[in-house]
C-alpha cells in the first residue's frame, strides 16, 4: 500500500521561500509519475508541477520560474522548492503519485495516490 507524507509547509512573507517534502512509503519512488497540487477552500484542486519517473517535469504557467521539482530516489522524496512565493500562492499543498498515467501530467484524475496535504501561508 503506497502512502506519501508532507512536510515543510508553514507561514512566509512575500517574497520568501519554503521547501515542501513528500515521502512515499510501500514502494520505490523511482517507479512513480509524481506530483504537486494546491487547493484554497471553495475551489478546485490545481496541478502546480510534475515529474515523471525518467525525470521530465512540467510546471503551470503560474509557477514558472519560481517553484522547482525534483525527486531523491535514494530517500523515496519528492520536493517542491518554492521561491519567490506570493500571496496568492497560500493554499493546502498535496502530493500525489500514480504508477503509470498517459494523461496530462497536471490533471488531478490521473493520480491515484495522494498526502494528507501541508498548508503553505504567504503574507503580503
Known amino acids: 500500500q503506497v502512502q506519501l507524507v508532507e512536510s515543510g509547509g508553514g507561514s512566509v512573507q512575500a517574497g520568501g521561500s519554503l521547501r515542501l517534502s513528500c515521502v512515499l512509503s510501500?514502494?520505490?519512488?523511482?517507479?512513480?509519475?509524481m506530483a504537486w497540487f494546491r487547493q484554497v477552500p471553495g475551489k478546485e484542486r490545481e496541478g502546480v508541477a510534475a515529474?515523471?519517473?525518467?525525470?521530465?517535469?512540467t510546471y503551470a504557467d503560474s509557477v514558472k520560474g519560481r517553484f522547482t521539482i525534483s525527486k531523491d530516489n535514494t530517500k523515496n522524496t519528492l520536493i517542491l522548492q518554492m521561491d519567490g512565493l506570493k500571496a496568492e500562492d497560500t493554499a493546502i499543498y498535496y502530493c500525489?503519485?500514480?504508477?503509470?498515467?498517459?494523461?496530462?501530467?497536471?490533471?488531478?484524475?490521473?493520480?491515484?495516490?495522494w498526502g494528507q496535504g501541508t498548508q503553505v501561508t504567504v503574507s503580503s
Open positions: 500525489a503519485a500514480v504508477f503509470f498515467t498517459s494523461g496530462p501530467p497536471l490533471s488531478e484524475s490521473g493520480y491515484d495516490y
Open positions: 510501500g514502494n520505490a519512488l523511482r517507479y512513480y509519475y
Open positions: 515529474i515523471s519517473n525518467i525525470g521530465i517535469t
